[in-house]
């Protein structure tokens, strides 16, 4: 006999329908929700539902809630704080971050020329614009954070919500500077104007809806950062030897 049908409490339908919101990438960790009456009035329900669902949500670690209001967990934390210790202190975690990337994001980069919604190429103009005018300021700081917040949009725009959240992580090492210094990389002679092509070329591709040059923009990008970035590092090392002979004279007895 089959099991009858159980009606779904409105505090479930709530929880469920913010739960929602936050897998989708709508909800993001540390954003403060409206205030409850508000919320309430905008979801349709009653107040007393409305802080059931929120305890739900707050049960399954996915909701904060204190004095201030109540906020989007940044659950994340839990594995992106203590990857940043391991992968900080670890010389092997740059070039497999880029190999990881490169197996992964030109990939990604298509699926969001395919799947991408009106709304979803509204956002990726928006966060090509704002590469643009951070980069014709002359605003090398500006113009790495909307770097990063292109990747995200289009991340968001492939609808894969396992891809969003995994690269959602590996964006947040990216901005703590984990993987390699993005301001100095920015500051780069020649290096600004180059990637900036190339992300108008990744947006351009994705708005076009045209995948196969969507992949090929985004991996070209990646293997671009990763040659320079090596680069960087290499001539950071170089330049750490100079130093030490200089310092030598510190170290070592003069001969008499």
């Given at each position: ?29 540390g954003e403060k929700l409206i205030a409850e009456r508000e919320l309430a009035e905008a979801l349709g329900v009653s107040r ?88 014709g300021a002359d605003d090398p700081t500006t113009e790495a954070n909307a770097d990063v917040a292109l990747h995200t949009a ?103």
């Amino acid at each position: 006999m089959p099991e009858p049908i159980r009606p779904v409490k409105l505090a479930e339908a709530i929880a469920e329908r913010i739960q929602t919101m936050i897998l989708e990438g709508v909800l993001k960790p540390g954003e403060k929700l409206i205030a409850e009456r508000e919320l309430a009035e905008a979801l349709g329900v009653s107040r007393p539902s409305l802080r059931d669902g929120l305890a739900l949500l707050e049960e399954k670690g996915l909701l904060v809630t204190s004095k201030g209001g109540t906020v989007v967990a940044r659950f994340l934390d839990r594995l992106a704080d203590p990857l940043a210790e391991l992968l900080g202190s670890d010389e092997r975690a740059v070039a497999d971050y880029f190999e990881f990337r490169l197996m992964l994001e030109p990939q990604a980069t298509a699926l969001a020329a395919a799947r991408a919604t009106e709304i979803d190429r509204g956002e990726v103009a928006r966060c090509v614009a704002a590469m643009r005018e951070a980069h014709g300021a002359d605003d090398p700081t500006t113009e790495a954070n909307a770097d990063v917040a292109l990747h995200t949009a289009i991340y968001e725009a492939t609808h894969n919500v396992f891809l969003l959240h995994i690269m959602t992580l590996l964006a947040d090492l990216l901005r703590k500077n984990i993987f390699y210094n993005r301001d100095q990389l920015y500051r780069r002679a020649g290096v600004r104007d180059l990637l900036l092509e190339q992300h108008l070329a990744i947006g351009e591709a994705v708005l076009a809806g045209d995948a196969a040059a969507a992949e090929a923009a985004a991996g070209a990008h990646i293997r671009f950062t990763q040659s320079t970035t090596a680069q960087i590092r290499e001539e950071e090392a170089r330049l750490a030897t100079s130093l030490r002979r200089i310092e030598r004279a510190d170290v070592v007895q003069s001969g008499k």
